[in-house]
């Protein structure tokens, strides 16, 4: 299946910069007493974040360092703020909001995504906890370019599974497959998929015991007619032999799953190596799919592509910008952080940086390939 969204160029009097669009985000705080304009102090946490400022302390002595090129961009009238002015201005912004103003900005200078494919998956900010407390980001991110589509913060992982269609509705997945874990396999998730256009690849385990059972005795049944597909993945640290079953032929409209038309069975037999102690791997699971058209090669590399997100976003996340040893607490201060680390990783992404970490990093030794790239990606 193909997207028909289509990417639209603009020209560069067409194109606007993030700091222009800033603008248009709501400031939570009350307007008496002010001092520090709300473009000045976002534009200095994303610059500073994309030159590997891991913190707010970090951003704010970034811009301290770089006063002068900043002042170019922005103003800070009674000088610069401190960080905890910085924590309370970032914690009354609305996320979604902020998302919607970036997610239009993204848009109208890079297009509309033609990835064909996205995974829905959760982090959790580990050093958070806290009832109430938004420690968990749930994601929408692409297989193959890796950009961030859309977030929204939850204060617990069980709570993603009413915020998803939250999220969903508000991003354009039109001819978009959206991949899931177990969790996320929910009849009110897949309906808003295919409420927005897009398709569904939901992964199935014990955790919907009367779904399982269902699918269990089916694919036991010699005689069900199904499309197999044997593949086999070898590395240093793990060799896996996958076999993915297709099946139309069984009483879908009785599984209560709007738009189904496959269900699957994945097995998978091998070993891999972690923490340098070797495994057996012998596991079966099944998934269901709005997609009538998938074949078991194009059903596997769904599936691993799937887990793009863990490495591409995830992982990126923790090694490059450590959030998992944040401590931001204040209202949604760290959903907005999240966000624009996320940000920055697409970025890089949509410029197609090698290695992320290294590309920060020289950002923060090289100040000019820093400006250039802000002015190449429309920051400035």
């Known amino acids: 299946m193909q997207s028909t969204a289509q990417h639209r160029c603009l020209s560069p009097r067409e194109q606007k910069s993030l700091l222009k669009c800033l603008s248009l985000i709501d400031d939570g705080r009350r307007s008496q007493g002010i001092r520090h304009p709300l473009v000045s102090i976002l534009f200095g946490v994303i610059a500073g974040s994309l030159a590997g400022e891991e913190t707010l302390t970090g951003c704010l002595e970034w811009m301290e360092a770089r006063s002068k090129w900043v002042s170019k961009w922005v103003s800070f009238p009674h000088g610069l703020p401190n960080v905890t002015t910085m924590s309370r201005t970032l914690a009354k912004l609305d996320p979604l909001n902020f998302s919607r103003v970036v997610r239009q900005w993204w848009v109208e200078n890079f297009g509309v995504s033609t990835d ?3 995974s829905l998956d959760g982090k959790a900010i580990r050093a958070l906890s806290g009832m109430d407390l938004v420690n968990h980001i749930l994601n929408l991110f692409t297989h193959h370019s890796h950009i961030l589509l859309g977030q929204i913060g ?17 991003v354009e997945i039109f001819g978009v497959t959206v991949t899931a874990d177990a969790l996320l396999t929910q009849v ?5 998929i295919i409420a927005g256009g897009g398709d569904y690849l939901l992964t199935v385990k014990q955790n919907r015991p009367e779904l399982w059972s269902i699918l269990s005795v089916g694919f036991n049944d010699s ?12 590395r240093k640290t793990r060799q896996v032999t996958t076999t993915i079953e297709l099946s139309s032929h069984f009483s879908l409209d009785d599984l209560g799953f709007p738009g189904l038309r496959l269900v699957g069975k994945i097995t998978r037999k091998g070993w891999r190596i972690h923490k340098g102690n070797r495994t057996r791997i012998n596991e079966v699971c099944y998934f269901i799919t709005s997609r009538d058209d998938l074949t078991p090669r194009s059903a596997y590399k769904l599936l691993r592509g799937h887990w793009s997100i863990e490495n591409d976003l995830h992982w990126q996340k923790d090694h490059t910008f450590h959030e998992d040893a944040h401590r931001l607490t204040r209202g949604h201060a760290p959903e907005i952080m999240a966000h624009i680390r996320s940000l920055c990783i697409s970025l ?11 590309t920060i990093r020289s950002f923060g030794r090289q100040p000019r390939l820093h400006y250039q790239f802000l002015a190449e990606a429309h920051i400035i």
Request: no cysteine.
């Open 154 to 170: 939850v204060a617990d992982k069980t709570n993603e599974i009413p915020m998803a269609p939250k999220l969903l509705s508000s």
């Open 188 to 192: 009110k998730i897949a309906a808003e």
């Open 223 to 234: 005689y069900l007619i199904r499309q197999t597909g044997q593949f086999k993945e070898t």
């Open 116 to 118: 064909t494919a996205a």
């Open 348 to 358: 890089l992404n949509q410029f197609h940086s090698v290695n992320i970490s290294k």
